[in-house]
Structures are given as C-alpha cells and as structure tokens.
C-alpha cells in the first residue's frame, strides 16, 4: 500500500525554507535545536506557525512553562510565505454567519474577527517584529453583478455593526485605485491592512523566547498520547505536558484524525516581480494598499516595501507543487494586469494552508487537556495569531472566546479524509469554471 503524502516534506526540503521572496529577505534567526530525551512542561505546543508562536508568547506572559516543537523552521508553513493580508471579521460575510449562527453569536464572531486584526497590529509595533503594518485592503469584484452586493454589505456593516472604516468603489475609482480593467466595484476597509508574513512569524518568535519558551526545530511529532498527563513523541524526544496545543493547520498529517476529517490541505503559490519604481508601484495599486478579488481561488496582492508587487492565485488540483510555479501565477497575474506583460519574476513559490467545508476556523476540545486550533481557511494571519492568545486565555480558565469559535458547526468532508485529495480536484475545477462564467 502506498504510504499517505507527508507535506511536510512533499514539495520542501527538510530544514530549509522555501525559496521565496519573503525567506530571501528576513532577518533569520539561528537555527534552534532538535528536541531529545524526557522533557516536562506544563504546555506543549505543536507547530511553529502564527497559532503556536503566539500561544507560547502569550502563555509565557500568563507564567507557563511552554514546549514548543516544530516539524521544520519556526514560520515553514503558511505563517512564513503567505500573502500577508490581514482581514477584518471572519472568512465569510456576516450575513451568512447570521444565518448560520443567530445575530447575537454572528457578532461576536465580528467583533473576534476585528480583535484579531488588532492583536497583529498590535504586535507589529514591537521592536522584535521587524516588518511594518500598512492600512486598507481593497476587495475588487470581477463581475459587474456582484457590485450591487458589496455596496450592500459594507452599509450592512455601518449600519448594523457600526463600522465606519469601510467605504464603496465604483468601477470607475476601483479601476483607478487598483489599475486594472478587469474589475467593475467593490469596498476599500481601511481597518484592515497588510505586514510581512515571515518578518511577523519572526518577530513572534523572538518574542516567545524573550518571555522565556523554548523552542525545538526539526522535531516531528510522531504520535500524542492522551492522560492527565500528555505525552507527545518525537523520534528523538518525549515530552510530558498538562496541556498540549496541536497548532498544526494544513501539516497536521494524520495526527489527530477527528481534526484531519474536517480541515483540509490546499495549495496556492505566489510570485514576486522585480522592483518597480514608486511611480510604476502607485499606477498599479494606489496608496499601498493590498487587493483581494471576488473569485473563489482568489487573487491577492499587494506590494512589498522594496516595491516589487507580490501576487498570489493560481489553482491547484493536487498536493505536489506544478513544476513550473512562475508560469501558473503569471497567467491570472496578467489576466489582472495585462500592462505587465514581460515583467520578469524574481520569486515563485506554493504553499499549504488548511481549508474547512464553511470556510470557518476550526476550533476543538480534543480532550480536557489538549486544544486544537485550525482551518483558518485562507484568512489566518489574524486569527491564528489569535488563536494563540485564545489558546493561552482558554487554559486560564477564561474560555468564552474559544466557546463562541468551538460553537462553529464544522461539517466533516464526505468521505473523511480519505477522500478529501480527490474530492479537493471535483471541487477546484468547479469553483474554477464558476469563476470563470
């Protein structure tokens, strides 16, 4: 029988980043040791990323002695090489949240959703974090027919939540704003905004381990015992834990499978042009704004601030990287800006991140004593930096953010997760001819 994909190592070489334009550019930290022999702590934490820097951090801040163990290199994962867009409210509109979940519990998944956004920039102004946060993120929508819709939702927003940071385009403004011509409205949300994601993982690392956790590279959990007293393998090491935080998202593997049948892996890759002057820079996207579009594989970019233009799309209907990742981002690159056309790329790279059939994160009670944050669905720099604070309150015994994200129904994939890889290519080439019509 052939032995399931580990996406760990699948399209990555064990212990080195990925070569993007965001590991080319950071600060890096020396590489921390693999774990070994019998350790204790009150929390371990598994995974690296935004979920578990941000949980060790603020979990230090509460006086836990915290664990943390990481597969590859603190912010490998989606954390390091995302788009790094930051979204108010939650993945999906509020008006589908009220359906979902009554009007009361919708809006504090509003209001979590924008405390998520504010812990970043929050945190962003430490001096550890070395990477700027930059305002207002544009939505642009590629059909003319969907307009009508995101006016409607942002006077929703005003009216109804009290939001006053968002404001409608017409086709004329986007197409001004964005230099496109192939969007016709959508919103401008200043409270939202955009960082250097790898920079930001950085930063919360450097943070965690000056509050005094401790960090392990290259240390792949191999299986989790339950007990009053965790015990999490490596094949090197065991730790002893009272609590364990699995942080894993789309590297889960087949960890905990009651997490793997309801969250996920995807791929999307993202490309770096050359850098542009600040006039080219502010003809494509004005005032340095970033820009996420209406389609369901979205594309999102922005600029980064040695101005070359960072640009993430393309489908992916399988977990291996294309062989040729430049060519499967330019394609919707010039499709958005055709003025481009021979722009050379200076970075191309994919990435996994972890999805849900809602597209809500997926928070869950493993047992009393372990905690599972995931699926952030595209929309996890905030919240899984959130998630991490959440985790760290929740332990202490103030548990009402994580009740309101644990009580988001999170259907199971059909088939489990057995099927979710073929199920992943039906769903991706639908969702690609919808976009398309």
Not at 213 to 233: F, P, Q, W
Not at 392 to 419: H, I, K, N, S, Y
């Amino acid at each position: 029988m052939a032995q399931p994909l580990d996406l760990l190592t699948a399209n990555d070489v064990q212990g080195e980043y990925p070569a993007s334009y965001h590991a080319a550019m950071a600060t890096p930290l020396p590489r921390f040791p693999a774990a070994e022999g019998a350790l204790r702590a009150d929390v371990c934490v598994i995974g690296a990323g935004y979920t578990g820097l941000s949980a060790a951090l603020h979990l230090r801040q509460r006086g836990y002695d915290v664990v943390v163990l990481e597969a590859q290199r603190v912010g490998f994962g989606a954390s390091g090489r995302n788009g790094g867009h930051a979204t108010m409210g939650q993945r999906i509109d509020q008006d589908d949240l009220e359906a979902m979940m009554g009007k009361a519990p919708a809006r504090r998944l509003w209001e979590i959703g924008n405390e998520a956004v504010d812990l970043v920039r929050e945190l962003s102004r430490a001096p550890e974090v070395e990477a700027e946060f930059h305002d207002g993120i544009i939505h642009a929508d590629h059909r003319a027919r969907y307009v009508p819709h995101s006016q409607a939702y942002a006077r929703k927003l005003r009216d109804d939540y009290g939001y006053e940071q968002i404001r409608t385009l017409d086709r004329e403004e986007i197409r001004h704003m964005v230099g496109s011509p192939v969007y016709h409205g959508g919103t401008l949300d200043m409270g939202s905004g955009h960082i250097d994601p790898l920079q930001f993982a950085l930063g919360l690392a450097r943070m965690a381990v000056a509050a005094g956790a401790r960090i392990y590279e290259g240390s792949k959990v191999v299986e989790l015992v339950e007990g009053a007293s965790a015990r999490v393998k490596t094949d090197a090491a065991e730790i002893t834990a009272d609590h364990v935080i699995l942080a894993c998202n789309g590297y889960l593997g087949g960890l905990e499978p009651r997490v793997a049948a309801r969250v996920m892996p995807i791929n999307n890759f993202i490309a770096t042009t050359e850098p542009m002057s600040p006039e080219e820079q502010e003809n494509l996207i004005r005032n340095n704004h970033a820009v996420a579009d209406s389609k369901f594989v979205v594309n999102y970019f922005r600029f980064s601030d040695d101005h070359r233009l960072i640009f993430g799309g393309g489908e992916s209907y399988g977990y291996r990287f294309p062989s040729d990742i430049r060519a499967k981002v330019m394609k919707p690159l010039l499709e958005i800006y055709p003025q481009l056309k021979g722009v050379k790329l200076s970075h191309a790279w994919g990435g996994t991140l972890a999805i849900t059939m809602n597209r809500m994160p997926h928070f869950e009670r493993i047992a009393g004593n372990i905690l599972s944050f995931s699926g952030y669905s595209g929309h996890g720099l905030a919240l899984a930096t959130l998630a991490g604070q959440i985790a760290a309150e929740t332990l202490a015994g103030q548990a009402e953010r994580f009740d309101a994200l644990a009580a988001v129904p999170t259907p199971r994939f059909p088939g489990g997760a057995a099927l979710r890889s073929p199920l992943l290519v039906l769903a991706m080439l639908w969702y690609s001819m919808r976009d398309k019509l």
